[in-house]
């Protein structure tokens, strides 16, 4: 399974911004798929998660009402919509594909892609 994130950029404090990651390959291994940040100098930390029928989303605390995942399974494609950016989301997003959601922040893709920088001026 490939990934391909894309959709980062350099964005102004209180914009909005959709990630897309497009996923290739053994696609019907991916049934879950999610989103991580890592910013400078901090470790990797779960954004947010979607089931395969995109009916069960779940997301870290520290993102709650400004990040929205979404899916279209036609294309493979998983979304987050990230509204009211601030500079503290100023991170490189990493899309995550299949492996298992545990609960909680818990989810360990069996897949990644490569990342899109985010950066966000105040």
């Known amino acids: 399974v490939q990934l391909q994130a894309s959709g980062g950029g350099l964005v102004q404090a209180g914009d909005s911004l959709r990630l897309s990651c497009a996923a290739s390959?053994?696609?019907?291994?991916?049934?879950?798929m999610g989103w991580f940040r890592q910013a400078p100098g901090k470790e990797r930390e779960f954004a947010a998660t979607?089931?395969?029928?995109?009916?069960?989303?779940f997301y870290a605390d520290s993102v709650k009402g400004r990040f929205t995942i979404s899916r279209d399974n036609a294309k493979n494609t998983v979304y987050l919509q990230i509204n009211a950016l601030k500079a503290e989301d100023t991170a490189v997003y990493y899309c995550?594909?299949?492996?298992?959601?545990?609960?909680?922040?818990?989810?360990?893709?069996?897949?990644w892609g490569q990342g899109t920088l985010v950066t966000v001026s105040s």
């Open positions: 995550g594909a299949g492996g298992t959601y545990y609960g909680g922040n818990a989810y360990y893709p069996a897949y």
């Open positions: 979607i089931s395969g029928n995109g009916g069960n989303t």
């Open positions: 390959g053994r696609t019907f291994n991916t049934n879950l």
